[in-house]
Nanobody, 125 residues
Framework: QVQLVESGGGLVQAGASLRLSCAASGRSFSSYNLGWFRQAPGKEREFVAAISWGGANTRYRNSVKGRFTISRDNAKNTVYLQMNSLKPEDTAVYYC??????????????????WGQGTQVTVSS
């Protein structure tokens, strides 16, 4: 069992940066692939970024490539999402999630096993 708690969201202007953190408790954090997803009002939850259990492999949705960076610190049981050059269309609730099946980094939220409660990111124009 893994408990995930996100933090770092807020209200910023377009062009600003935020760093989201997701702290995990429970065993085997370093064995799981981790992902960040987001959900805007009236829209389905969508993939943002994911990182493999050891940090060697990452994957991003096209619209955030070059602006967002996912990283993890297994010693601190924490995964991060550095978000630069934020745009109003990045406004959403951001969730971190853990995937216990670690053979590849996945984008489908249905394949993730544990979820945090989410943190709101609002980008004003």
């Amino acid at each position: 069992q893994v408990q995930l708690v996100e933090s770092g969201g807020g209200l910023v202007q377009a062009g600003a940066s935020l760093r989201l953190s997701c702290a995990a408790s429970g065993r085997s954090f370093s064995s799981y692939n981790l992902g960040w997803f987001r959900q805007a009002p009236g829209k389905e939850r969508e993939f943002v970024a994911a990182i493999s259990w050891g940090g060697a492999n990452t994957r991003y949705r096209n619209s955030v490539k070059g602006r967002f960076t996912i990283s993890r610190d297994n010693a601190k049981n924490t995964v991060y999402l550095q978000m630069n050059s934020l745009k109003p269309e990045d406004t959403a609730v951001y969730y971190c999630a853990a995937d216990t099946l670690r053979y590849r980094v996945r984008e489908n939220p249905d394949e993730y096993d544990y979820w945090g409660q989410g943190t709101q990111v609002t980008v004003s124009s």
